[in-house]
């Protein structure tokens, strides 16, 4: 029997539209903290239907992100659409495009994998602390260089210095998001800021990376919500994901002043730190 109540698909709604654009993972937060709460939350993290829910909220994160960025989505898609191939709209949509195909092609062919994954604290404890030493590697790297690259130097997205096959590699590097624990944001961002980009134009960029790719996500899987098995929880899952939009629309606003002057480095502290824990809770 399929069950959701309203509270737990609101503080999952609240949850997931916090954590999603945090490089701290969704998902890792999302299976992880019901599991430790344990009793109805824990089950419902091994539920099958687990992942639609995650998925349906996932769709609300993505309405959260046109609403904010809908405006740069217009102007390239105009720039596309009448061919204005110097203007800097239609590059930055080629290197969006770029970084979301080899994604979306790994999710397609081998999502029945990632989805025999999900739902397991075991493994999400392990891919967390790995999300966290990758932040903090990144930090340190970037530490190495002027002060600029941290600044919010820019008010606009420049990424000239970017390439289609490095943004061919930002998209294969955020396959490794499809394990519960790793985040698809931190890595987009990682890499971006290994590449020279200011913390700024890297969090910009990947706020427009996660759109198509959040989207697309959904609406692969949103069918499977409207089967005759999953209605009884409709009702919680429309609340959950209310409330997921407006959480992802307030954490896109103290992304946006975190970028300015942030770090990584307490976000690496709090994933390794959790995930560890989280490693010996659920394997003791």
Not at 69 to 96: E, S
Not at 233 to 260: C, Q
Request: hydrophobic share 55%.
């Amino acid at each position: 029997m399929t069950h959701i109540s309203y509270l737990q698909a609101i503080l999952i709604g609240m949850l997931q539209g916090a954590s999603e654009l945090f490089p701290i993972s969704s998902l890792g937060h999302t299976i992880l903290l019901p599991a430790w709460v344990g009793g109805e939350w824990e089950k419902l993290v091994h539920e099958d239907y687990y992942l639609e829910i995650a998925v349906a909220l996932h769709l609300a994160t993505a309405i959260s992100l046109f609403i904010v960025f809908g405006k740069k989505w217009i102007q390239m898609l105009d720039a596309f659409f009448h061919m204005r191939t110097k203007d800097p709209d239609f590059r930055l949509l080629m290197l969006v495009l770029a970084a979301t195909i080899p994604t979306a092609a790994i999710g397609l062919v081998f999502g029945d994998y990632f989805e025999g994954i999900f739902g397991s604290p075991k493994m999400s404890s392990i891919f967390l602390t790995m999300n966290g030493l990758i932040l903090f590697l990144v930090a340190v790297h970037v530490s190495k260089r002027k002060s600029h690259v941290w600044a919010a130097d820019s008010s606009t997205l420049e990424i000239k210095a970017i390439t289609i096959f490095q943004a061919l590699g930002i998209g294969v590097a955020q396959c490794a998001a499809f394990f519960p624990g790793i985040s698809r944001f931190g890595i987009t961002l990682g890499f971006t800021l290994i590449l020279g980009v200011s913390l700024a134009t890297a969090t910009d960029f990947a706020f427009l990376l996660a759109f198509p790719l959040i989207l697309g996500a959904a609406i692969y899987k949103l069918p499977e919500l409207f089967t005759p098995e999953l209605s009884a929880i409709r009702g919680p899952i429309i609340v959950g994901s209310i409330v997921s939009l407006f959480s992802t629309l307030i954490a896109i606003f103290l992304l946006k002043k975190w970028s300015r002057s942030g770090s990584l480095k307490p976000f690496a502290f709090y994933c390794a730190a959790f995930g560890i824990l989280s490693f010996i809770r659920f394997w003791a």
